[in-house]
């Protein structure tokens, strides 16, 4: 009988210990995620700030609930369109690289880095931002020729306009100006008349 205690002790001192040594390295397992995510929001939040989407959470967190439509209503502004679709198209482009540098150094295997990221713009600015992101940037994207030859357009009217101007100023005065100077209603008006 004395045995059979014995052994009922030994037993229940081993059960003991490896319910203490299976939780402690649950607590272990649990205390290494816990770094892992807090680095990794730590990363998310560099690079969102780094491509000038940082201000972005703070903003949309006073909506709440309507995070999406007043994300939504900041693309209705062109500037602010612009800014969103230029650091978002940035954000993603570097994301597969950054996360799995981030994974790689914390001896993780990288899972679905598009996935990983919806997440993570998900959670910053509301369930359906990446996706309303994403479909903008796609816009954004596909108007770009559109963009581009408008702006081409405007600069190559803007340097007629002032070569015009400059060869008007020369016929009139037999010289250029000699300081600043800019152009008004196709007249070059100089800041400073200098004398050579």
Do not use: C
């Not at 892992?36 to 959470?57: C, F, H, I, N, P």
């Not at 570097?94 to 959670?123: C, I, K, M, P, T």
């Not at 479909?135 to 770009?144: H, I, S």
């Amino acid at each position: 009988m004395r045995d059979l205690v014995t052994l009922l002790v030994v037993l229940a001192l081993a059960a003991g210990a490896g319910f203490a040594f299976f939780n402690w390295k649950a607590e272990t397992a649990r205390a290494e995620e816990a770094r892992y995510e807090a680095g990794l929001d730590q990363m998310v939040d560099a690079k969102l700030t780094s491509v000038r989407l940082g201000g972005l959470r703070d903003e949309l967190a006073a909506h709440r609930e309507a995070r999406l439509e007043a994300l939504r209503a900041l693309y209705a502004i062109p500037t602010r369109s612009d800014q969103l679709n230029l650091g978002f198209g940035t954000l993603r482009g570097d994301w597969a690289a950054s996360y799995a540098h981030y994974a790689e150094q914390a001896g993780r295997d990288v899972d679905n880095n598009d996935g990983r990221l919806r997440a993570e713009v998900d959670e910053r600015f509301g369930e359906g931002a990446y996706a309303l992101m994403g479909e903008r940037y796609q816009a954004f994207l596909a108007d770009m020729p559109r963009r581009t030859a408008a702006e081409d357009a405007r600069w190559r009217s803007r340097t007629r306009e002032m070569m015009d101007a400059l060869d008007d100023y020369y016929r009139r005065n037999g010289r250029y100006p000699y300081g600043d100077f800019r152009v008004e209603n196709g007249r070059v008006v100089e800041a400073e008349t200098l004398t050579p």
